[in-house]
């Protein structure tokens, strides 16, 4: 059980804790968040709302936007975001007694005064210098202006004339220096594009850090995002993804109870499409926000132009990971890269819906607290190791708010994020992690010289070669189980110079040495 591997030192503060809640996750910092949703042209976008006003307390909402997209191209609906947080107001208070208490959830009235009207046209005829803002573009301006190094997350979830028009006003506003300095704090995460601003963004505007599933139009099977919910609609990575928590009937169970859950509407085609953009700024300590390469609950993106002349856009497409499915079979796969997660999010989504039907803290699981080498932040930690050295790791200092329940305890070699294509296992070399204490602590081996610190084609050594990415992920006994995960980044070093070959000039003839 959990209380036997604390300390004596954290038992003793546990047990004369008063207040469960301050061992719970606190955030040293929060995301600055600014929505723009064309909510009601389908269900989805009202049932991310509802899941996001459930995380809303690891964010600083800056903005929730309503407007059109290719769906919607002539009205926005701002009162169907109003009577979500209508139903969020009844829950709050019972929410709060389920969060640190230095990460409250914002009271309703807060959420209120955050909703704005985009423009009520279509794409590109709400961009031109003569063009007025819509209220919800006077409010983008308004926050980009505001005096805050922190980046600013615009998450589209439908289409994106709202951010194109701003950015054209900053355009004639500033000098060149400084509206590109004010576009620096910009961080896009779309919905592919559902416009026709998108592209015209992403064209005029290259230095916008901007995270978007580029595909044919319409064709959002193709797109990372759907992997959320979408293998059954679009009919993708068939017996990879386990779809039992995405059914209507474990929704209406498990998220459509309570005055919160209510204002959940049934799917039409597939559920919460919009969601991941969140996910991805969830703070659980497996994403890194500003390294889409890494992945997330959101999925996992890479750098669509890499040219070295100085221009090479910001834009971030999909990547793929190799994923074991609910088969056994291996998928190489985009949308794995949010379905390999799918299980432990929807059970994430599931316990907040119960936190919102009672402020009894005993009544609902919460998620564990992981501290690695006695550092319980959610940041990566960062290491250094030399090829072919092992070194030990110590997660025994985790625990459990619950007290109750028992945890365990899965390391991982996380061999995507390491690679530059998909043939990871050629590129990658295995760590080799050796549990101790049922996974409390481990001793971690890293790959020889040869196989992390030589360059790819041309074989020559270096000092610095890849970094590798070690997860924690531990779960609870609870009900439902909850998943927390600590991101562990190991630099390998090569202070020799070992492990270098003959080099080619082309892939094929290196092949033969990683068969």
Same mark, same amino acid.
């Given at each position: 059980?959990?209380?036997?591997?604390?300390?004596?030192?954290?038992?003793?503060?546990?047990?004369?804790?008063?207040?469960?809640?301050?061992?719970?996750?606190?955030?040293?910092?929060?995301?600055?968040?600014?929505?723009?949703?064309?909510?009601?042209?389908?269900?989805?976008?009202?049932?991310?709302?509802?899941?996001?006003?459930? /995380?809303?307390? %690891?964010?600083?909402?800056?903005?929730?936007? &309503?407007?059109?997209?290719?769906?919607? *191209?002539?009205?926005?609906?701002?009162?169907?975001?109003?009577?979500?947080?209508?139903?969020?107001? *009844?829950?709050?208070?019972?929410?709060?007694?389920?969060?640190?208490?230095?990460?409250?959830?914002?009271?309703?009235? /807060?959420?209120?005064?955050?909703?704005?009207?985009?423009?009520?046209?279509?794409?590109?005829?709400?961009?031109?210098?003569?063009?007025?803002?819509?209220?919800?573009?006077?409010?983008?301006?308004?926050?980009?202006?505001?005096?805050?190094?922190?980046?600013?997350?615009?998450?589209?979830?439908?289409?994106?004339?709202?951010?194109?028009?701003?950015?054209?006003?900053?355009?004639?506003?500033?000098?060149?220096?400084?509206?590109?300095?004010?576009?620096?704090?910009?961080?896009?995460?779309?919905?592919?594009?559902?416009?026709?601003?998108?592209?015209?963004?992403?064209?005029?505007?290259?230095?916008?850090?901007?995270?978007?599933?580029?595909?044919?139009?319409?064709?959002?099977?193709?797109?990372?995002?759907?992997?959320?919910?979408?293998?059954?609609?679009?009919?993708?990575?068939?017996?990879?993804?386990?779809?039992?928590?995405?059914?209507?009937?474990?929704?209406?169970?498990?998220?459509?109870?309570?005055?919160?859950?209510?204002?959940?509407?049934? /799917?039409?085609?597939?559920?919460?499409?919009?969601?991941?953009?969140?996910?991805?700024?969830?703070?659980?300590?497996?994403?890194?926000?500003?390294?889409?390469?890494?992945?997330?609950?959101?999925?996992?993106?890479?750098?669509?132009?890499?040219?070295?002349?100085?221009?090479?856009?910001?834009? /971030?497409?999909?990547?793929?990971?190799?994923?074991?499915?609910?088969?056994?079979?291996?998928?190489?796969?985009?949308?794995?890269?949010?379905?390999?997660?799918?299980?432990?999010? %929807?059970?994430?989504?599931?316990?907040?819906?119960?936190?919102?039907?009672?402020?009894?803290?005993?009544?609902?699981?919460?998620?564990?607290?992981?501290?690695?080498?006695?550092?319980?932040?959610?940041?990566?930690?960062?290491?250094?190791?030399?090829?072919?050295?092992?070194?030990?790791?110590?997660?025994?200092?985790?625990?459990?708010?619950?007290?109750?329940?028992?945890?365990?305890?899965?390391?991982?070699?996380? *061999?995507?994020?390491?690679?530059?294509?998909?043939?990871?296992?050629?590129?990658?070399?295995?760590?080799?992690?050796?549990?101790?204490?049922?996974?409390?602590?481990?001793?971690?081996?890293?790959?020889?010289?040869?196989?992390?610190?030589?360059?790819?084609?041309?074989?020559?050594?270096?000092?610095?070669? %890849?970094?590798?990415?070690?997860?924690?992920?531990?779960?609870?006994?609870?009900?439902?189980?909850?998943?927390?995960?600590?991101?562990?980044?190991?630099?390998?070093?090569?202070?020799?110079?070992?492990?270098?070959?003959?080099?080619?000039?082309?892939?094929?003839?290196?092949? &033969?040495?990683? &068969?």
């Amino acid at each position: 059980m959990l209380l036997n591997h604390l300390s004596a030192a954290r038992l003793q503060i546990y047990t004369n804790m008063t207040d469960p809640r301050t061992t719970l996750q606190s955030f040293l910092s929060k995301p600055r968040v600014f929505i723009v949703s064309d909510i009601s042209n389908e269900p989805d976008d009202a049932e991310s709302l509802v899941r996001y006003l459930l /995380y809303s307390h %690891q964010f600083q909402t800056e903005g929730l936007v &309503a407007c059109t997209s290719t769906w919607m *191209k002539n009205k926005v609906c701002p009162q169907d975001m109003q009577k979500i947080i209508d139903a969020y107001e *009844k829950v709050v208070d019972n929410l709060n007694a389920h969060v640190h208490p230095d990460a409250k959830y914002r009271p309703a009235d /807060y959420f209120r005064s955050l909703v704005r009207k985009g423009a009520e046209v279509y794409g590109m005829s709400a961009v031109g210098d003569d063009i007025p803002l819509s209220e919800g573009g006077e409010l983008l301006l308004e926050r980009l202006q505001a005096p805050n190094e922190q980046p600013l997350w615009i998450l589209c979830w439908g289409g994106t004339n709202v951010l194109a028009q701003v950015l054209l006003r900053i355009e004639k506003l500033y000098s060149a220096a400084d509206a590109a300095q004010l576009r620096s704090k910009l961080r896009v995460y779309a919905i592919s594009d559902q416009d026709d601003t998108g592209a015209w963004i992403r064209h005029r505007y290259p230095d916008v850090f901007y995270i978007a599933s580029v595909h044919g139009w319409n064709h959002y099977g193709l797109a990372a995002w759907t992997g959320i919910s979408g293998d059954k609609y679009y009919n993708f990575d068939q017996g990879g993804p386990d779809f039992s928590k995405m059914t209507k009937e474990w929704i209406r169970q498990n998220i459509q109870v309570g005055e919160l859950g209510f204002a959940y509407p049934n /799917y039409l085609f597939i559920p919460e499409g919009d969601t991941a953009t969140f996910l991805y700024l969830i703070q659980n300590g497996l994403g890194v926000p500003e390294h889409p390469e890494y992945g997330s609950w959101g999925g996992r993106y890479q750098r669509s132009d890499v040219s070295a002349n100085g221009l090479a856009s910001l834009h /971030y497409g999909d990547a793929v990971d190799r994923v074991v499915g609910a088969d056994g079979r291996t998928y190489t796969t985009n949308h794995g890269t949010i379905w390999r997660w799918r299980d432990s999010f %929807q059970n994430d989504f599931a316990a907040r819906i119960q936190w919102s039907l009672s402020s009894d803290f005993g009544a609902a699981n919460h998620a564990p607290v992981i501290s690695i080498n006695s550092d319980a932040s959610l940041a990566p930690l960062n290491l250094e190791a030399e090829a072919g050295s092992t070194f030990p790791l110590d997660a025994s200092e985790t625990f459990d708010p619950d007290s109750g329940d028992a945890l365990t305890f899965k390391w991982f070699h996380y *061999k995507d994020p390491s690679a530059t294509q998909s043939w990871v296992d050629a590129e990658v070399a295995n760590l080799e992690i050796k549990p101790i204490d049922s996974g409390r602590k481990v001793e971690v081996t890293v790959p020889p010289a040869e196989r992390c610190c030589v360059d790819l084609m041309s074989r020559q050594p270096v000092l610095r070669g %890849q970094i590798l990415h070690l997860i924690l992920q531990v779960t609870d006994s609870g009900s439902p189980a909850l998943t927390s995960y600590r991101r562990v980044l190991i630099q390998t070093t090569n202070p020799r110079l070992e492990g270098g070959g003959k080099g080619a000039d082309a892939i094929g003839d290196l092949m &033969a040495e990683f &068969a």
